[in-house]
């Protein structure tokens, strides 16, 4: 049994990328064909072995709660019916895991959402997922799997990188650090959303990290960075400043579900695949 038991969703942004559709309801709720991003998220926690899921949320993100929750008159409505099956998988979530919710109420940056999320975890070593980043692996392991089997080797924050197009890496966090085994980087230095001619390499964050305890009090204690937020690149960056922070190539492939793209593709990919 890993000792990672807790998983913290940031879900407090805007979604501004999603307008008008995000107006009224969360980003995380939008749909890969027929399931939102968020509990494809939740179940890759599940198959990390981790029950308590702990979600940061913010105004106008209601029906998160709502979905992780019995609905009686609905379940009531198609009971018997051919229909009942297509909430089997959800009530199994509600039935295994426990969701703890906050509020972030200022939108101040990831790094501030995981400090707002940090109530709900407590002094342990904890999962992140940006359920906007949609990671599929066919082929084995899930991706947050992957991730928490390495920490019990390595004890000490854990975040999933990925080779980007050179002229895309404004959009990520950026590392750069020495390859110790096949696709494993301690990383020494990381820098939040470069230029590509500034970027130290084309290895991008993702969204999944696993991240040891201290990292609340470096967050508390770092200066806000690029556009004024709090960024969770900048924290990590103490914590790889004294050999802590593991950079690892994961096996699958991730959807950028933030934008239109990305979520387009993983939209057609899952509707292939539900098709074969
Ligand atoms: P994004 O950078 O994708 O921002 O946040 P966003 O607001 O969700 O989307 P756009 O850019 O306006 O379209 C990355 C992740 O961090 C969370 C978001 O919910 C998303 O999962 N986040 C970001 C917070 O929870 N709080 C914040 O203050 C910022």
Do not use: W
Request: hydrophobic share 35%; proline share 5%; glycine share 10%.
């Amino acid at each position: 049994m890993s000792v990672i038991k807790k998983c913290l969703f940031p879900a407090a942004g805007y979604g501004t990328r999603f307008l008008p559709a995000t107006k009224a309801m969360p980003k995380e709720m939008l749909p890969i064909v027929t399931k939102p991003l968020i509990q494809y998220g939740v179940e890759e926690a599940m198959d990390a072995g981790i029950t308590g899921m702990a979600i940061v949320t913010g105004r106008g993100k209601r029906a998160l709660e709502d979905h992780f929750d019995i609905s009686y008159e609905l379940e009531h409505q198609i009971e018997g019916s051919s229909k009942e099956a297509l909430l089997d998988e959800t009530r199994r979530i509600i039935d295994k895991c426990t969701f703890s919710y906050t509020r972030q109420v200022e939108m101040k940056g990831l790094g501030h959402a995981i400090l707002v999320g940090g109530n709900l975890i407590g002094h342990e070593p904890f999962a992140v997922i940006l359920a906007d980043d949609y990671c599929v692996n066919n082929d084995g392991d899930s991706v947050l799997k992957q991730m928490v089997k390495l920490y019990d080797k390595y004890q000490c924050s854990i975040v999933a990188i990925e080779e980007v197009p050179q002229d895309e890496t404004y959009k990520y966090g950026v590392i750069e650090g020495v390859e110790e085994e096949d696709g494993i980087y301690r990383i020494s230095n990381m820098v939040e959303k470069p230029a590509p001619e500034d970027a130290p390499s084309n290895l991008a964050v993702i969204g999944r990290y696993i991240l040891t305890p201290d990292i609340y009090e470096i967050i508390e204690n770092t200066p806000p960075g690029k556009n004024g937020e709090m960024q969770i690149t900048d924290a990590l960056l103490t914590q790889a400043k004294s050999g802590k922070v593991i950079g690892y190539k994961f096996k699958g492939r991730r959807f950028d579900c933030g934008s239109v793209d990305g979520f387009i593709e993983a939209t057609n990919f899952t509707y292939q695949q539900t098709k074969s």
